[in-house]
């Protein structure tokens, strides 16, 4: 309505936000980490993983 300001919702912290931001680096971080791992293991593997028996 006119004249109303609206909710707010939640407010961080400064803290809090550092937190949050730290927690993202880290998952990022780990996401990477995996996304590297399976690179590697897929060229160390090569084409032999398609010679396999069904």
Known sequence: MAGQEPEKGIVLTEEEKKRRRQR?????????G???????????????MFNRPL
């Open 24 to 32: 993202n680096v880290a998952l990022a971080l780990v996401l990477a």
């Open 34 to 48: 995996l996304c590297v791992l399976f690179w590697a293991v897929t060229l160390v593997k090569g084409p032999a």
